[in-house]
């Protein structure tokens, strides 16, 4: 199922969605990460408040301390180093009364000045000087009910002896207390209460909260501007495009603003520019091909004519002479027919092996030179018909092409000249260098020539001027030559020589 919602949203909506998806899986992250932040800081400032703790029973225990007010008063003045960082300190019996309260005593700072080391001594003397009556105010009265009822909780739970650490957050503090039992030989004497203002915990959650929302909203903001250039530069252009096709698929006469694309300098320029290219290609073989199927049924159908006028002539004759010259009407007929049909069957064939095959360097007058030599050897025994290869001293005749395409080119031009030439004729093939580094290749033969004012149209499809030649050519040969030198981006011309024959000329570009 959402596998099929993603596929079916566009490109724009699947990035939003995975980003959506990435967002929700940040969040689920960072809320455990908060989770687990302030649980880290309360217990590593509750890790000093044990060792307060522990240090303070070393001392209880050293100092033989009796868990009353009066010693442990003492006590609190005696080591008041150990708390000088701390809050509050609240010290209970065994039967959870108040025995000690820093808030009781003067233990700020000042209480460290010389004038207290008499008190001290006094005190490590087992001797101290009563405090005056609006300070012996009664401990009890300072017992705090939240404390004890904690204290009960704690020594009646499963975790009693170990250190149990909680906080109360309120508006103005957020407040850390840590309370551990102290166990003297293997007997409890009391509860020992650590309060400490632990705001900084609270102000580094906020921090990381407040770091987190701004990182989360500028990449949100980011995300936005990123969406909107990504779908006005790039995905509009590309939605355009596939609009392009469509219309082309459904021959549609809406108009798209597939030229403004084609006017970008980036790869969606390049792409539209392809597209137009490959469509207009298309759009052009598909004409070509529908004008082709068009010209090959017309010229069909004349031969095809011709052979019922003969049968039909042939079956009610029985002069001889009539007879043999209708068969060789019909003989020529099919002749023709067949070689329309096999040489669009082969035109067929070599547009589609043009569009995979690779242009590559190759040396001109060995591809001449070979095809020369093959029709030599068929045609000089045969007809008497010799070709002759003029390559005027040069040795460079490196073009770019394909070269079976290129041989093609040169036989069938040797097949053309050859047709319309009589025995023991010489058909001259020359290759040269013009001054711009494109090379020439001319087929001369000594034939009749061209007829036509305008020789351009002996490279039309199914255009002959030979009637006597009917069943020998198709009228595709001078074309197929054609279309090959313009797929290697040459040019052809056809002109009649000075003295007698035919001469076609094709200019390979330089490399």
């Known amino acids: 199922m959402l596998s099929n919602f993603i596929k079916n949203l566009s490109i724009l909506k699947k990035f939003l969605f995975l980003n959506l998806v990435f967002f929700l899986v940040i969040g689920v992250f960072t809320l455990l990460y908060l989770r687990s932040i302030e649980p880290s800081l309360i217990k590593n400032k509750a890790s000093n408040h044990i060792q307060i703790i522990d240090n303070t029973t070393d001392h209880l225990k050293r100092l033989k301390i009796n868990f009353n007010i009066d010693e442990i008063k003492k006590f609190l003045f005696s080591t008041r180093f150990l708390f000088q960082n701390l809050d509050r300190v609240v010290i209970f019996d065994s039967n959870f009364n108040l025995i000690g309260d820093t808030d009781t005593l003067d233990l700020d700072p000042r209480s460290f000045s010389p004038k207290l080391e008499i008190v001290e001594m006094d005190i490590l003397g087992s001797e101290v000087k009563k405090s005056d009556s609006n300070k012996q105010t009664s401990l009890e009265s300072k017992n705090l009910p939240f404390l004890k009822d904690k204290l009960t909780n704690y020594a009646n739970s499963s975790e009693f002896g170990k250190p149990l650490a909680f906080t109360q957050n309120t508006y103005e503090q957020f407040i850390l207390t840590t309370i551990k039992n102290v166990n003297i030989d293997e007997n409890n004497y009391g509860f020992i209460v650590i309060q400490e203002n632990a705001n900084e915990i609270r102000v580094a959650i906020n921090e990381r909260k407040n770091f987190i929302l701004r990182t989360a909203a500028i990449v949100i903001v980011v995300i936005m501007i990123f969406s909107f250039v990504l779908n006005r530069y790039f995905l509009k252009p590309i939605k355009n495009i596939v609009n392009y096709t469509n219309i082309i698929k459904e021959k549609s006469n809406e108009e798209t603003n597939i030229e403004n694309i084609k006017k970008r300098n980036d790869e969606l320029g390049i792409l539209s520019k392809s597209v137009d290219e490959m469509t207009k290609e298309l759009n052009k073989r598909i004409t070509n091909a529908e004008n ?97 290869l003029n390559t005027n001293g040069s040795k460079d005749y490196k073009i770019l092409g394909i070269e079976n395409r290129v041989e093609q080119i040169i036989a069938n031009l040797l097949d053309n000249s050859i047709s319309f030439s009589n025995d023991n004729q010489e058909i001259e093939v020359e290759l040269e260098k013009a001054n711009n580094g494109s090379i020439n290749l001319n087929v001369i033969d000594q034939g009749e020539g061209f007829k036509e004012t305008d020789t351009n149209k002996i490279f039309n499809r199914f255009y002959s001027n030979r009637p006597e030649k009917f069943g020998e050519h198709s009228g595709l040969g001078l074309n197929i030559v054609k279309n090959l030198v313009e797929l290697h981006n040459g040019q052809i011309r056809a002109s009649n020589n000075d003295d007698k024959g035919a001469k076609i000329e094709i200019t390979f570009p330089k490399i």
């Open 292 to 388: 082709f199927s068009t010209d090959l049924v017309h010229e069909i159908r004349n031969p095809l004519a011709s052979l019922k006028s003969a049968s039909e002539i042939i079956s009610e004759t029985e002069n001889k002479t009539l007879r043999d010259k209708l068969i060789n009407i019909i003989s020529h007929d099919v002749e023709r027919i067949e070689r329309l049909v096999t040489d669009y069957s082969q035109m067929l064939k070599d547009e589609a092996a043009i569009s995979s095959e690779q242009m590559k360097e190759l040396d001109l007058k060995l591809i001449t030179r070979s095809v020369v030599d093959d029709y030599n050897g068929v045609y000089n025994s045969k007809r008497g018909i010799s070709v002759k």
